[in-house]
């Protein structure tokens, strides 16, 4: 039972271009979202985060939106680098303190 | 400078072996956990602790063990009965259940079983 879905497997965008990343969830326990972004090989980095209690929060480029009555958030990325080119997972907190991760989503940016 | 290590970065073992993966942070963060990447899988939790001296199984803790015996440290042990453990695993710490649950993450350890 997959409670954070990711059902992009993976996203091109052209360098300069909005990237928008989705994910959904199913648990309306989930109090605290956060987007962490991979490169191959190594360990997730955290990118932003966002409250349930909030419905936007920006951080420079990167801004991620919720909305919890369609249970879904989004990371838009504007404007989108090369250097975004990664692996990004939404997850989501829940009992105890775990945090349930999507699946991930390949973004590609292209030069 | 405080992060998180993980050691090897490649390891290869036996099948039928035990292989035990260390974890260390010098954060001093309370938590830490143990995850496995699979192509396709995202991040599955395996093992979970919040304290010195106590930890719970994650959702895939079959086949793994771990100790908490130092607050720096979360060693991961493969078993034998782990039935298919080449993957790459990540550790992480995070402050604690009273703060936001940011996770901070080691660089992975690729484990091939052969």
């Known amino acids: 039972d997959q409670q954070v879905k990711q059902n992009s497997p993976s996203l091109s965008v052209q360098e300069g271009r909005i990237s928008i990343l989705n994910c959904d969830y199913t648990?309306?326990?989930?109090?605290?979202f956060l987007w962490y972004k991979k490169y191959p090989a190594e360990g997730p980095t955290f990118l932003i985060s966002i409250s349930s209690i909030k419905d936007k929060n920006e951080d420079g480029r990167f801004t991620v939106f919720l909305n919890k009555s369609a249970k879904h958030l989004s990371l838009h990325i504007v404007p989108s680098q090369p250097g975004d080119s990664a692996v990004y997972f939404c997850a989501a907190r829940g009992s105890n303190y775990k945090l349930t991760f999507g699946k991930g989503t390949l973004l590609t940016v292209n030069p | 400078d405080g992060g998180i290590t993980q050691s090897p970065k490649y390891l290869f073992r036996k099948e039928g072996q035990n292989v035990t993966l260390s974890c260390e942070q010098n954060?001093?963060?309370?938590?830490m956990y143990w995850y496995r990447q699979d192509p396709g899988q995202g991040l599955r939790l395996i093992y979970y602790s919040q304290i010195v001296n106590d930890f719970q199984k994650g959702d895939i803790a079959e086949g793994y063990s771990v100790s908490r015996e130092k607050k720096e440290s979360f060693p991961l042990t493969v078993t034998s009965a782990q039935k298919n453990p080449t993957a790459f695993y990540l550790c992480?710490?995070?402050?604690?259940?009273?703060?936001?649950?940011?996770?901070?993450f080691g660089p992975g350890t690729r484990l091939t079983v052969l």
């Open positions: 954060l001093n963060h309370d938590a």
């Open positions: 648990n309306s326990m989930f109090d605290y």
């Open positions: 992480a710490s995070s402050k604690g259940r009273e703060l936001n649950n940011e996770q901070f």
